[in-house]
């Protein structure tokens, strides 16, 4: 265990019930692989919709005035009510939510943790985030770029095909 030190994997829940199954499965992979043990130091964070409260796990706590992560204690779920910024101001694209979310009003709690995963609920924790602490900024920029090359469409199409 850290010590004082302690990480979170953030998450956007917009309004309605469709991302509820997976925060479900968000939680299940986090305590099926150990991650919640409090060795691991690493919360769960749900920046939630207001309409959208009502349909998370009860085992989620609201982050309230004064907060403060529960050092050395095992992971826990937790969300803070939070408008996104494409219901703020229209011109922002929905995608911007799950980004906003870790500055945006009412996120300064998030400044008490060391390492902060900034996740999207269609993805689930593996083993490799055990004992993970990396340093600085870390960035996945494939995604994005890699897949309009012509050499995956190439493979894709010669697996889809083959």
Not at 19 to 36: H, R
Not at 141 to 159: C, E, F, H, P, V
Request: with cysteine.
């Amino acid at each position: 265990f850290k010590g004082e030190d302690r990480r979170a994997a953030v998450f956007y829940v917009d309004k309605g019930k469709g991302a509820i199954a997976n925060v479900n499965w968000w939680i299940y992979s986090w305590k099926f692989i150990g991650l919640n043990v409090a060795k691991e130091a690493f919360d769960l964070v749900m920046m939630v919709h207001p309409a959208a409260i009502q349909n998370l796990p009860p085992e989620c706590k609201e982050v309230t005035e004064g907060f403060h992560p529960n050092f050395g204690q095992a992971g826990e779920c937790l969300y803070k009510p939070y408008v996104g910024i494409t219901y703020r101001d229209k011109s922002y694209d929905g995608y911007m939510n799950s980004q906003e979310c870790l500055f945006g009003p009412g996120s300064e709690f998030l400044s008490q943790y060391k390492v902060l995963l900034r996740a999207d609920l269609d993805t689930f924790p593996t083993p490799r985030l055990l004992g993970y602490w990396p340093e600085g900024v870390v960035a996945d920029k494939g995604y994005g770029t890699m897949m309009g090359l012509d050499t995956i469409k190439d493979a894709l199409r010669s697996l889809a095909c083959s």
